[in-house]
């Protein structure tokens, strides 16, 4: 089946511009997680969705960093008035059902956006 | 706090040569998962294998094992006979629940 996708592939945009980035999580996969991976570096979580729940926010590096997931399915992580050092990419990862205390699941991740602030 | 440290930042080999990627993590949680994940030049995070806090049996498929020994807090893989193909960066992942903290990964190259 189709696996995790995200557009778009690369993004180049000016400093104070805002950016939206998409995610489409594979079908029936409850929980959806941003990270960011800077180059040469380790992945940084940024938020996490399940199902109809709160997210977890406590990853957002700032303010300018927001994130929503609409009918619990394809998810937009919007940062405003970017910076240089927001350049990175970002990377979307589904699982499923994976529940705080029970069982955790593997993360199935989308091929990146690459995002160049200039 | 959890944290999870892979000291090799970058093992060079040369093809049919074994080579083991360590994987050292922290945690006060009895209950956890270990992850190990490949990451090859595309750029694509792939799973290899979840084990979690309960299960020290090692495990091997193909020409991958894993080594987990909660006495060390260690979760380390080797890659027997490496190949070409296995030139990607690795990532050791902990997780307890949804959040799950990686490792700074190890650059595997694999020469012909």
């Known amino acids: 089946g189709a696996g995790v996708s995200q557009s778009p592939s690369n993004k180049v945009t000016e400093k104070g511009k805002d950016v939206e980035l998409r995610c489409d999580p594979i079908?029936?996969?409850?929980?959806l997680y941003w990270y960011r991976q800077s180059l040469g570096q380790g992945l940084e979580f940024l938020i996490y969705?399940?199902?109809?729940?709160?997210?977890?926010k406590s990853g957002l590096p700032s303010d300018r960093f927001s994130a929503e997931r609409t009918g619990g399915s394809v998810s937009t992580l919007t940062i405003q008035r970017t910076q240089q050092e927001d350049s990175a990419v970002y990377l979307c990862?589904?699982?499923?059902?994976?529940?705080?205390?029970?069982?955790?699941?593997?993360?199935?991740f989308g091929p990146g956006t690459r995002l160049t602030v200039t | 706090a959890q944290k999870v440290t892979q000291a090799q930042t970058e093992i060079s080999v040369v093809e049919k040569e074994d080579v083991t990627l360590d994987c050292v993590y922290e945690?006060?949680?009895?209950?956890?998962?270990l992850f190990w994940y490949k990451q090859p030049p595309s750029g694509e995070l792939v799973f290899l294998i979840r084990?979690?806090?309960?299960?020290?049996q090692n495990e091997i498929s193909g020409r991958y094992s894993w080594n987990f020994q909660k006495s060390t807090s260690s979760f380390n893989f080797t890659i027997t006979a490496s190949q070409v193909v296995d030139s990607a960066v690795y990532f050791c992942a902990l997780s307890r629940g949804f959040k799950t903290i990686f490792g700074a990964g190890t650059r595997l190259f694999v020469k012909a």
């Open positions: 079908s029936g996969h409850t929980a």
């Open positions: 945690t006060r949680d009895t209950t956890y998962y």
């Open positions: 990862a589904s699982s499923p059902n994976p529940v705080a205390g029970r069982r955790s699941y593997e993360q199935y």
């Open positions: 084990r979690n806090s309960f299960d020290e």
């Open positions: 969705f399940q199902g109809n729940s709160a997210p977890d």
